[in-house]
Each structure stands twice: as structure tokens, then as C-alpha cells.
């Protein structure tokens, strides 16, 4: 068993056992945060776009800043709707 496989099934025994309680207001703001985030990153990924059709071929890293960018925002995102559907399991 992998060291992610056993972290996994403690967590999930604990969370089963209802010892894996996390306080509702971290788990809100924890939420607004993630959120927070996605947004300010689509801003930069907005500027980072229009950085590169101005600046073109003088920019020749633009294009992988953008895409590396929006994967970033996915993933984040991604964490806060596993945080939100904790949430819920919680209640």
C-alpha cells in the first residue's frame, strides 16, 4: 500500500468514525478564499493574454504563461467545489 493509499484510508476511517470534523467557518472561508483566487488568476490570465497579442513574438513564453494559468484556475476551482461538497457530507 502507497503512503497516498493509506492517508487516504485513514481519512476516510475517521471520516466514517465522524472524528474528521472540520470547524463550518474555516470550511467558509476556506471557500471564499479558493474562489477569490480563481478570479484574481482569470484576471491575470486576461492580462497575460493581452500581454502576448501586443507584445507578440517578443513574448515567445505568453502562450504557455496563459495555458499554464488557466490550469492553474481549473485546479483550484476543482479543490473548492471538493471543499463545498465536504461541506454538505458534513452537515
Known sequence: MS???LVNEVM???KEQGFLMINEDFIDQLIITLHANVTIINTMTELAELETKILGSLLPTGSRQVESLKNL???IAEIAFNVEDLRHEQR
Open 73 to 75: 484556475s481549473v485546479k
Open 3 to 5: 503512503n497516498d493509499e
Open 12 to 14: 476516510s476511517r475517521l
